[in-house]
């Protein structure tokens, strides 16, 4: 997900369920969808300079209940985190891989 650019967060609260959009390196618009939304954190904080697009991306097992746990790391140097049960990447299931995305 390195360049690839954020262009909105949502978050339904009732339906404890968030959705990223960004656009991939084709620019072509993409969905992360996360449902039973546990946690979310963002630091907006412009550390390294002004910037909407994606350093690095990981999910990982967030615990032994079988959940995700979604990092974004913004070229700007703010941080994004979800924890989740479950997330779709284009309406297709997350495997949680260690590393980046």
């Known amino acids: 997900m390195h ?8 978050i339904d609260w009732a339906a404890s369920s968030a959705v990223l959009i960004v656009l991939d390196e084709f620019s072509l618009s993409r969905s992360i969808f996360f449902r039973g939304l546990r946690e979310f954190s963002a630091d907006r904080r412009e550390h390294w300079g002004p910037s909407s697009s994606i350093n690095e991306a990981s999910l990982d097992d967030s615990s032994t209940d ?13 941080m994004i985190s979800i924890s989740a049960a479950a997330a779709d990447f284009d309406g297709k299931p997350c495997k949680p891989a260690v590393g980046p995305l």
């Open 3 to 10: 360049d690839w650019t954020l262009l909105e967060i949502r």
């Open 66 to 78: 079988g959940g995700v746990s979604f990092k974004v790391e913004m070229q700007s140097g703010g």
